[in-house]
């Protein structure tokens, strides 16, 4: 899973015209003519820095995101959703692995960016620092947040860096898998008991503001966003990312009699797009800040894993052993 | 004081909050190397490149790579490298190759006789 379209601000556009026009110009051609981009290629600072920044909390998202569902490995209703449980929070590791080694192939170690992480100097997605506080939590995480990431994953497969693109591949693979274990509990629990049912709406309204808040606030068209977009690094606006993912799925849940907790929304079907209350901004930023219900629990426990891991890596370490940027 | 988690499994770690300064939990080397890692599906097809895992060793690559690219699908055998002993073409050369498709001459395609047998034939034949 991962943390939407939001990729919030703190790269300062360098401008384009520092690099050297020449191979800008072939660089955007290569783009255009749909070819990728590979690790040892030419390519602007910008471009380097803003996929670092974008890889990498992709990855912190996908690392953190195993915590909140993890609360419920324990207590899995059942041996099958324990063993499905499992399985999902450890692809969902196995995409930290697959992108923090993307990131890598552009130039910063897999150390520095764990550091960023647990110094707060980097970001992941809002949802993760909300609870799961019940087994019905996780079935709208495993449902709605795995398919809204879906929805951003799929957009930026189609992007231009190579590795970027390859790891997404199999990330999206597997995540169709966590999209139907996420569906199947939420339709077990929907169908269920008047208890499990109330289980079940309880969870939905709590996480439809962070889900709100997933793909990030509208864009602003700025000669920013212009630009990542011409570059395929961004491939979807907030907007029409948000858009896709309710016309998707909030169908589905009213099928199955529950309510979304947003008296506004319905789709305008004049124009196709779907209306809704703006989630409430100034919690976004809040939480992105780190002033999350859960903000400070995941920081702590990734840095406990850190920390206490530390000297079994250097027991295993090699005096010997030679770094190479990974080849992709 | 800990934190106190809903999750049993946090609260047994007893976590203290990241102080407002963190120095750096980890220093450069300490996620080791990186070995590349190929994959076949089954007997008989090509092993491919998959991606990478970071590993101390040749021996615990295999075992990451096992459990990074085996657990799910199919998988019949695999191969770890270290990275650094790759050599890796630079892409600057793919210009070398770029004229390589149209070498006729390297291409069965370009030997077609079907015309001159036809008009020998056809001479022949009174
Ligand atoms: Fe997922
Ligand atoms: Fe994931």
């Known amino acids: ?328 | 004081m800990p934190i106190l988690s809903l999750d049993p499994r946090v609260n047994r770690l007893q976590v203290e909050q990241v102080p407002e300064h963190q120095p750096p939990v980890l220093v450069p080397g300490d996620h080791w190397p990186s070995y590349q890692v190929f994959h076949q599906r089954r007997r008989g097809e090509k092993h491919s490149s998959v991606g990478i895992v970071h590993a101390p060793s040749l021996e615990m690559a295999m075992a990451m790579a096992k459990e990074q690219f085996g657990r799910r699908g199919e998988t019949s055998n695999l191969w770890v490298v270290c990275t650094a002993d790759v050599l890796e073409m630079d892409y600057a050369d793919e210009e070398v190759f770029r004229t390589t498709p149209s070498k006729s001459y390297r291409d069965p395609a370009g030997y077609k006789v079907n015309e001159k047998i036809d008009a020998y034939k056809a001479k022949q034949t009174p």
């Not at chain 1, 207590?75 to 196995?94: H, I, S, T, W, Y």
């Not at chain 1, 809002?126 to 957009?155: C, M, R, S």
């Not at chain 1, 503001?209 to 920013?224: L, R």
Request: proline letters at 5%.
């Open chain 1, 1 to 328: 899973m991962y943390g939407g379209g939001y990729i919030p601000a703190g790269v300062e556009e360098t401008k384009a015209q520092a690099e050297s026009p020449e191979l800008l110009a072939q660089f955007e051609a290569r783009i255009t003519r749909g070819e990728k981009i590979e690790p040892r290629d030419w390519m602007p600072a910008v471009y380097r820095k803003q996929l670092i920044r974008m890889i990498e909390q992709h990855a912190h998202s996908e690392i953190i995101g195993a915590l909140p569902e993890g609360t419920w490995i324990t207590r899995a209703p059942g041996f099958r959703r324990k063993l499905a449980l499992m399985a999902k929070v450890q692809d969902e590791v196995g995409h930290a692995q697959l992108l923090y080694s993307a990131a890598e192939t552009l130039g910063k170690k897999r150390e520095d960016m764990l550091n960023d992480l647990i110094n707060g100097k980097s970001k992941y997605s809002n949802v993760f620092n909300y609870p799961a506080e019940t087994w019905a939590d996780v079935a709208v995480i495993g449902f709605l947040i795995d398919a809204a990431a879906i929805v951003n994953q799929v957009a930026n497969s189609k992007g231009s860096y190579g590795p970027y693109c390859r790891a997404l591949e199999r990330i999206c693979y597997e995540e169709s898998f966590h999209l139907k274990q996420g569906h199947s509990v939420f339709v077990w629990l929907a169908t269920g008991t008047p208890m499990q049912r109330e289980m079940l709406q309880n969870a939905l309204n709590r996480w439809w503001e962070p889900i709100m808040h997933f793909f990030g606030p509208s864009d602003t068209m700025s000669q920013h966003t212009e630009t990542l977009m011409r570059w395929k690094v961004k491939m979807a606006t907030n907007d029409v990312m948000r858009q896709q993912f309710l016309n998707i799925y909030v169908p589905k849940i009213w099928d199955l009699g529950l309510s979304l907790p947003d008296p506004e929304l319905r789709k305008d079907e004049s124009t196709g797009q779907w209306l809704f209350t703006e989630p409430n901004w100034d919690t976004f930023f809040k939480v992105i800040n780190g002033d999350g219900p859960c903000s400070r629990e995941r920081l702590a426990v990734r840095k406990v894993a850190e920390e206490r891991g530390a000297w079994v890596r250097a027991a295993l370490r090699r005096a010997d052993a030679r770094y190479a940027t990974p080849l992709a």
